[in-house]
């Protein structure tokens, strides 16, 4: 498709385990972004690539919040030890650089 | 400390009227604002956007108004529709790459 793709789109795991979300943005955009909106909050930004490398990672919560873009296309969200206060919706999104910053549908993680 | 904040939760107006929504920011080095709508079990949807060297932009029905020496930006909807209903997003760009969004403002148009 033309937008940007997210998968799984609804995720249940157990506490402590490891859930891995996967982005693939839109064809030709450099940057990529990771977001976590939690219910009734705006989008709460996680770590920003531009290409293959982390430029900011200042959102991630804490260590067990982990994100890799290889090839400089698609990127995957790694969780550790996942915590029920990881519950939230993680919603990725690519841009080219410019002023338009296009996001896909979202993962829903639940944590139980 | 909340540096993109939308202090109205919910609006509703007519069908037909103008939709008003309001947006405060705290930081003078955001490049950039826009405005995203969402509908629930979606992601957000860019609706428009302006520089912080403008102070309006106007795309079809929708026009931002900028106003940097009140760090005040609000997004105005006319003619409003029912499909508009939705919940709200503005968010303010941080060089290099980094969106702060408020938390959102619900609006109904009632038909």
């Known amino acids: 498709g033309a937008g940007v793709s997210q998968t799984p789109s609804n995720k249940v795991t157990e506490k402590g385990k490891y859930v891995e979300l996967r982005c693939d943005p839109i064809?030709?955009?450099?940057?990529l972004y990771w977001y976590r909106q939690s219910l009734g909050q705006g989008p709460e930004f996680l770590i920003y690539f531009q290409g293959t490398g982390a430029a900011d990672d200042s959102g991630l919560p804490n260590d067990r919040f982990f994100a890799v873009r290889p090839e400089g296309s698609v990127s995957t969200l790694k969780i550790q030890r996942t915590e029920r206060g990881d519950s939230a919706v993680y919603l990725c999104?690519?841009?080219?650089?410019?002023?338009?910053?296009?996001f896909g549908e979202g993962s829903w993680l639940t944590v139980v | 400390d909340q540096q993109v904040k939308q202090n109205s939760p919910s609006l509703s107006v007519q069908e037909g009227r103008i939709s008003i929504l309001n947006c405060d920011y705290t930081n003078s080095m955001f490049d950039y604002f826009l405005w995203y709508k969402k509908y629930p079990a979606e992601g957000p949807t860019f609706l428009i956007s302006?520089?912080?060297?403008?102070d309006k932009n106007e795309d079809g029905r929708f026009t931002v108004f900028l106003n940097k020496s009140a760090k005040h930006l609000s997004l105005h909807i006319v003619p409003s529709q029912p499909g508009d209903s939705a919940v709200y997003f503005c968010?303010?760009?941080?060089?290099?790459?980094?969106?702060?969004f408020g938390q959102g403002t619900t609006l109904q148009v009632k038909p």
């Open positions: 302006i520089s912080s060297i403008k």
């Open positions: 064809s030709g955009h450099t940057a």
């Open positions: 968010a303010a760009h941080l060089p290099p790459g980094k969106l702060i």
């Open positions: 999104a690519s841009s080219l650089g410019g002023n338009t910053i296009y």
